[in-house]
């Protein structure tokens, strides 16, 4: 009998540490960049004297971002979770210098997260947010490229 209880405790114990493995693995932090070209955009020159950048992600879920002379930038987009349970997913960017098409990027900044929403049951929900930056606003004669990057916690694709 006393085998028995020692055996029983080591297999408990065993299978509670698989659970937690498996756990931690699930709720992992993950960072899904979306770095296909498709996603990575050519700026083009934009307003009355050429002080804002545009960029248009051709992606499932068309995006778009823009960032002015004075570092200020904004990006939107429509985020896709294909799952029933949960996901928590930012929405970010990074700009960088680059060849036409955005072949060979230099990246010259980290992505920054803007927007911070829980999306469950396979929904699509539109992420939006802006930020200014005195990095950003140095940086504004060299930067030719931005890419969207998304951020998920938990249930991801």
Request: glycine fraction near 8%; charged fraction near 20%; proline fraction near 2%.
């Amino acid at each position: 009998m006393n085998r028995w209880r020692r055996l029983n405790w080591k297999t408990v114990s065993v299978s509670g540490l698989v659970l937690l493995i498996f756990s931690a693995l699930l709720w992992a932090d993950t960072l899904h960049r979306l770095s296909t070209e498709a996603l990575k955009q050519s700026a083009f020159l934009s307003g009355e004297s050429g002080d804002k950048l545009l960029f248009e992600f051709q992606g499932a879920d068309p995006s778009k971002a823009w960032l002015k002379q004075n570092g200020q930038w904004q990006i939107e987009a429509w985020v896709r979770h294909n799952h029933f349970r949960c996901g928590h997913y930012q929405l970010g960017v990074r700009f960088g210098q680059g060849e036409p098409a955005c072949l060979n990027v230099k990246w010259l900044t980290d992505p920054v997260f803007i927007s911070n929403k829980r999306q469950c049951n396979n929904s699509v929900i539109h992420h939006k947010g802006s930020e200014s930056s005195e990095e950003l606003e140095k940086l504004f004669s060299k930067i030719t490229c931005a890419e969207q990057v998304i951020k998920c916690v938990g249930i991801c694709d």
